[in-house]
């Protein structure tokens, strides 16, 4: 059986047929196109399967209707695939990129980020992003002839660059990494498999970051909700929050609360996502791009809100900072997290005969070497089984309630 020859929706998106391939060549599949098979191989994967034990903002075991990592990713991917479809991109390389992007995440989400970036420091520092790399790229091990999941050239470069260009053309970081630079597993593999960290990622990687900005803006509202960090009043002073809430309200005045959440949610994932299909089919439109490099050669994202819906949007964030992400509660328990993070790296250094077999640095190993294996070791962690690994070798661990 032969798979029927693909066609991309615009003269831009992005071809399986014509994938730059893959860093260790293999035969084509005779039933999936390159990008379907990158999808494949992620859901299949063990990373995958952990996100869904993994804090989105709420830790695993506060609440079966919060969203962990992996609802996240669905819900990401499933406005990612809307967004490809209607700007005429390829559908499969947006789903892949969607599924992927979280995958780097340690346990605790932001807050294992920082611990582990915080205690590995010295030693070239942590980064979801750069992790993720690490994970297709070296980490999992589920082939016979390679390590990683040896994904494209296409779904490696959307997974670093989803966000826009990591450095310019003289390779002078850019943007998040101005500061700090960027993370030494992504130089270290740039330098094996050039993923232009200069340019633009393709449009499949810009709609697969911008569904997961859509996604959290509006599921987080959802969530804080739910766990009674704000009330719909206070939402209702957020401007296109509110507009849609007086909507709802006029519409169906008797309306229970808990279904009101959900039709708020339901057209404001709506408005968002239209907006930014009007917004990048302009965007496009003036670009005339007539390949995806024309895409990745532009000066600006081709995929984004429109200006309006930008404030919107960013309003949006500005509820949801001190209300959710800094409520003292929130805080209180990633504080926790925090310390269970450090100290499960500080104890893995000491004592490195606790480390599984399998993660044991070679004697020879350096310094750089030794931590970064623990690093991965601990960011590959679930939430319960950090806690787990941190009674075990602990006396007392924090409830993270």
Not at 4 to 15: H, I, M, Q, T, V
Not at 88 to 93: A, V
Not at 177 to 184: D, F, K, L, N, Q
Request: charged residues 25%.
């Amino acid at each position: 059986m032969a798979i029927r020859a693909s066609r991309p929706y615009a003269a831009y998106a992005s071809d399986p047929a014509r994938s730059r391939g893959r860093f260790h060549a293999e035969p084509p599949s005779p039933t999936r196109n390159d990008f379907r098979r990158d999808c494949d191989r992620i859901i299949h994967s063990a990373a995958f399967r952990r996100l869904k034990h993994k804090t989105q903002v709420f830790v695993f075991h506060e609440g079966d209707h919060y969203r962990t990592r992996l609802t996240h990713t669905l819900e990401v991917t499933q406005i990612a695939r809307s967004l490809a479809r209607a700007l005429g991109l390829d559908e499969d390389l947006a789903e892949a990129l969607a599924l992927a992007h979280d995958i780097g995440h340690p346990p605790f989400g932001h807050a294992g980020e920082r611990a582990l970036d915080r205690c590995m420091a010295a030693f070239g520092g942590f980064d979801h992003n750069a992790q993720t790399l690490r994970v297709v790229t070296a980490l999992e091990q589920r082939y016979a002839a390679f390590d990683g999941l040896n994904l494209t050239w296409e779904t490696l470069e959307g997974l670093v660059k989803h966000n826009g260009p990591l450095t310019d053309r003289a390779g002078v970081p850019v943007g998040r990494y101005r500061e700090a630079g960027v993370p030494r597993a992504i130089l270290q593999y740039n330098a094996r498999n050039d993923l232009q960290l200069w340019s633009f990622a393709s449009g499949e990687a810009q709609a697969a970051a911008i569904a997961d900005d859509i996604a959290y803006d509006a599921h987080d509202i959802d969530d804080g909700l739910r766990a009674d960090l704000f009330t719909l009043d206070d939402v209702a002073t957020v401007p296109l929050v509110g507009d849609i809430l007086a909507e709802v309200r006029a519409s169906y005045p008797d309306l229970p609360d808990s279904r009101l959440v959900h039709e708020l949610m339901r057209r404001l994932i709506t408005r968002l996502i239209e907006d930014v299909i009007t917004e990048s089919a302009r965007r496009l439109a003036v670009l005339a791009p007539q390949s995806p490099e024309d895409i990745r050669l532009a000066d600006h994202a081709v995929v984004g809100f429109s200006p309006a819906m930008a404030k919107a949007e960013s309003d949006i964030k500005n509820f949801l900072y001190p209300r959710m992400y800094k409520h003292a509660w929130i805080n209180q328990v990633m504080g926790d997290a925090q310390t269970v993070v450090a100290d499960l790296l500080n104890h893995y250094a000491a004592h490195p005969e606790d480390l599984p077999a399998e993660w044991r640095a070679s004697p020879d190993a350096s310094d750089d070497a030794r931590m970064r294996r623990i690093a991965d070791y601990i960011a590959g962690m679930t939430d319960r089984y950090a806690l787990v690994e941190h009674a075990r070798h602990f006396d007392s661990t924090p409830e993270l309630r």
